[in-house]
């Protein structure tokens, strides 16, 4: 919302001597009613005008500034967005002007379609000189939510299409020392290994990216994003990641920490469905975490785990009780 | 554990409905067909579509409708795919799909196919996997999938599949759970299903259930009751519900209502609205929570509705 400053500050429409030849229009399904508390009489209005332009089709100077009027009212309104884009046009506006718009709007509206599409629409005819200053965008966006959907998507279309990978890999690593628990940030680094041009793609990495996810690990262990990454830095080579002993290595180092073990037993259990050979001190690290009592004796390492899984996460006992199932009609 | 106060959450809808004057209405009224959607579908899980004046609705929505064979989010706003669907399925609540001119509707949307065979919302391009689904479902709806070039939707969606079993926006786009109830539906009405690791993406989906029973999106995030619906309605499309605790999401649902005033909220004492009660009420169902209609979990009807299209004729 406006401040109460820029409120005292704003002229009605009905008042300002460039609007004296329009008519505004009111919302079809009936006017509205007066209202007592004056924003909502400034948005009415402004809406009322806004339908004038529109319905004439108006596309000029002061209509582009009664949409960014809107905009600031009501940033999620579609409608106006596509009839700005539609007067950029036909003005050939300097689209780098765009950019600073939307980057004031963005500060109160950022998860908001409409702002996205159009930042984006603009870039695309600003070209790949634009690139600098979307990644820029983006990086601000971050400083304040580091997983904004929308910016992470805008961003991966910046490289894309624009270019800037330059720096991106030291960005994710940057954004993982802040917060290692950063899902967005995991995706987006096997997005820069797989994808970016100055790299050596995902087999060419895989050495150096394994060493820096087993770090990651053992910090938090707990922690989801880094064990599906490990994982899928051997996308479509099964028997290497099962074969790397600094996979196995790190489940056992987790395993012998005895806390937080759910992630390392899943992957144990995993790496063991795919023919892993457990050494003794895997036995010996499950059987310290086996829960004491009355349950039935399970020989299997491999039932062991299942077990425990189901012990220490009851909340998807169900899951844990399928992969267990599905051990013995294996065998 | 608590209870679903039906009546209170009817009152609130309909009070919603009503109040067009003040000022979340007027700020939100660019949406209003998404609103009449949720609202709606809400009232006829929860048996009271009756308190609508039917023809009144009807004749509203047919005024959002362009000649492009497209709807706007209300009157006097641009067509685009998302209020498209919402249109057709409040039609279809009220078994009226009939007033529509079919070749019309579906042209707009097959017209929004791209040659990768994504979608895109509007003739202004933006391209989402939230597309694809909304363009699959309502062609599917009116018997006219025939009309897009279904291999390519299936494959561009494939595309976006991630690691984890997941998919995002666009191929690359980080796995969410919005976005992987979208892919996973459009799927699933092509017939598309095996291209999923049904046990991988079901793990991470049930992943998503955190220790108080409520689900998020993403790993690390908060939970949310909308993801009760995108997480849920995926796992039972996949055939891994079982996978969750039902209980106790149940509880974190009816945890997030305003038991006073009527409607349910994202997490439990923030404010409601009729999107999140929609999504609580539809999570509800797929729950099978007693009182409820059931609802279809791809195309996000009840299934007495989606029966009289593919079955009443």
Redesign the interface.
């Given at each position: 919302m406006e401040s109460d400053e820029v409120k005292l500050q704003r002229v009605p429409l009905s008042q300002r001597p460039e609007w004296s030849d329009v008519t505004p229009v009111p919302?079809?399904?009936?006017p509205?009613?007066v209202?007592p508390?004056a924003?909502?009489e400034e948005?009415?209005e402004t809406?009322d005008y806004f339908?004038a332009v529109?319905?004439a089709d108006e596309r000029s100077a002061r209509a582009l500034r009664l949409t960014a009027e809107v905009i600031d009212l009501?940033a999620?309104?579609?409608?106006v967005w596509?009839f700005r884009?539609s007067i950029l046009e036909a003005l050939d506006a300097d689209l780098n002007d765009e950019l600073d718009f939307i980057e004031n709007i963005a500060r109160s509206n950022s998860k908001n379609?409409q702002i996205w599409?159009h930042r984006?629409?603009v870039a695309e005819r600003l070209g790949t000189d634009s690139a600098r200053k979307e990644l820029e965008f983006t990086k601000n966006i971050f400083s304040i939510d580091a997983?904004h959907?929308h910016a992470?998507?805008h961003r991966?279309?910046v490289l894309l299409a624009l270019g800037g990978w330059e720096d991106e890999l030291g960005y994710c690593q940057q954004l993982l020392e802040e917060d290692i628990?950063?899902?967005?940030a995991w995706?987006?680094r096997?997005?820069v290994i797989?994808?970016s041009p100055l790299l050596g793609g995902l087999e060419a990495m895989r050495e150096s990216e394994v060493s820096y996810t087993v770090e990651a690990i053992l910090t938090y262990p707990e922690?989801?994003?880094p064990w599906?990454y490990l994982?899928?830095l051997y996308?479509g080579d099964t028997q290497s990641w099962v074969n790397d002993p600094q996979v196995s290595s790190v489940c056992l180092k987790v395993l012998n920490a005895t806390n937080n073990c759910m992630f390392a037993l899943s992957t144990l259990l995993d790496l063991l469905c795919h023919g892993l050979q457990p050494s003794q001190e895997f036995n010996d690290a499950v059987d310290t975490l086996k829960p004491s009592g009355p349950d039935q004796p399970d020989s299997d390492l491999v039932k062991k785990v299942c077990s425990i899984l189901e012990h220490i996460d009851p909340?998807?006992?169900?899951?844990w009780k399928?992969r267990k199932s599905k051990l013995s009609s294996a065998t | 554990m608590g209870e679903l106060v039906t009546e209170k959450h009817v009152q609130y809808i309909l009070s919603v409905e009503k109040r067009k004057d003040d000022f979340i209405s007027v700020a939100m009224e660019y949406l209003r067909m998404n609103g009449a959607y949720w609202g709606l579908t809400t009232l006829d899980l929860l048996g009271k579509l009756d308190a609508v004046d039917v023809d009144e609705v009807v004749s509203w929505i047919m005024k959002c409708q362009h000649e492009s064979g497209g709807f706007g989010g209300n009157i006097g706003h641009d067509p685009h795919i998302l209020y498209t669907l919402s249109a057709v399925q409040v039609l279809a609540l009220f078994d009226k799909l009939n007033v529509l001119d079919i070749e019309n509707v579906t042209n707009y949307i097959a017209g929004l196919q791209n040659e990768d065979g994504s979608f895109s919302g509007d003739e202004w391009g933006e391209v989402d996997t939230r597309f694809s689904y909304i363009a699959i479902c309502c062609l599917s709806i009116l018997h006219h999938l025939n009309k897009i070039n279904v291999e390519k939707a299936v494959s561009y969606i494939v595309s976006c599949k991630n690691l984890d079993g997941g998919f995002g926006c666009t191929p690359g786009g980080e796995s969410h759970a919005g976005q992987i109830f979208c892919c996973v539906g459009a799927l699933a009405i092509t017939g598309s299903l095996h291209h999923i690791d049904k046990d991988l993406l079901g793990w991470w989906l049930c992943e998503r259930q955190v220790k108080a029973g409520g689900l998020n999106g993403r790993p690390e995030k908060l939970p949310d009751v909308c993801y009760s619906w995108w997480v849920l309605s995926s796992l039972i499309m996949i055939d891994r519900v079982h996978w969750i605790s039902k209980e106790k999401l149940v509880k974190f649902i009816l945890d997030c209502q305003d038991t006073e005033n009527g409607g349910i909220s994202d997490r439990p004492d923030d404010a409601v609205d009729v999107y999140h009660t929609y999504f609580g009420v539809a999570g509800l169902s797929l729950l099978e929570y007693p009182g409820l209609k059931a609802i279809d979990p791809a195309y996000a009807l009840p299934v007495d509705v989606i029966n009289r299209i593919f079955f009443g004729r």
């Open positions: 919302q079809d399904d009936g509205s009613p209202v508390i924003y909502k948005f009415v809406m339908r529109y319905l009501n999620g309104n579609y409608t596509h884009r379609y599409h984006r629409w997983k959907y992470w998507s991966q279309w628990f950063n899902n967005s995706n987006q096997f997005f797989t994808k922690n989801e994003s599906r994982r899928g996308k909340i998807r006992a169900n899951y399928w | -």
